[in-house]
């Protein structure tokens, strides 16, 4: 790991997979072709993201993060700031716009080219820099994961039914941040056991911004696939804290809006290799 970032890259070299399945929202299953990237081995944490906005305070606005409870970074008179206890906890309640100004920060301070124009909403995947995954390369990485395919767990993961190793680390029954006494609330990144890929909480957990603008697949083979061409819904990955466990599936997909904001959103960062 980066001295600047508290998580680590895990390679995936480029590779031909079965994408989707013949269940709703996942049809119909299609041919793609990836190119070699690197996934975060977690999600990007609260202290990672802090440690952004101190080194770029102009780079987000409250209006990108939602600083109301039950937040891990909240907004103060002086800037944002970062709770106490809370830093190993994942960046929560944050829009995929904000999202994508990290990713620029990343990718600036380790000498690649941004992706994202953030005040245009745009995005060039060709640059070297830091960005979303892709809805392709998250349930590819994914799949190398949980390899049977089957849904996760219910006792291993930190979704609707989590086990009790799980429960012990929400931040209501450790008594950091704002999340209530006995309700479900997100673990620390990479506090479960990594999957057969080495990434943590892949599934559960967090709902994941991916880049991909939400759309129907197709049938025909792709290669790199980058979603729809328009709208402003984005696809997000793995499920959270609050769902079933039948929804915690490498093919499971969600649609949300991009400015959302909302206290079962995270992500992690990709990059080309």
Known sequence: MAGHRGFGLVEFGAASFRAGSPEEGAAPAHEVRLDAFALGDRCVSAADFHAFLLADPGAVDHTMIDCIDPCFVVHRPGGFALRPGCGGFPMIQISFWASAAYCNWLSRVEGRAPVYDVAARTADLDRDGYRLPTEA??????????????PADPGACNGEQAGPRCQELWPGRTGVG???????????????PADAAGL????????????????????????????????????????AFIDPPAALTPVSRMAAYEDTKCEVYGFRVAVPR
């Open 137 to 150: 390369e998250w349930e590819y990485a994914c799949r190398a994961g949980h390899p049977d395919g089957a």
């Open 178 to 192: 704002a999340f209530p006494a006995g309700h479900p609330g997100p673990v620390p990144v990479g506090s479960t």
């Open 200 to 239: 943590h909480e892949m599934l559960g957990n967090l709902r994941e911004w991916c880049h991909d603008k939400y759309g129907p697949y197709r049938a025909e083979p792709v290669r790199n696939p980058r979603g729809a061409t328009r709208g402003a819904f984005r696809v997000v990955r793995g499920g």
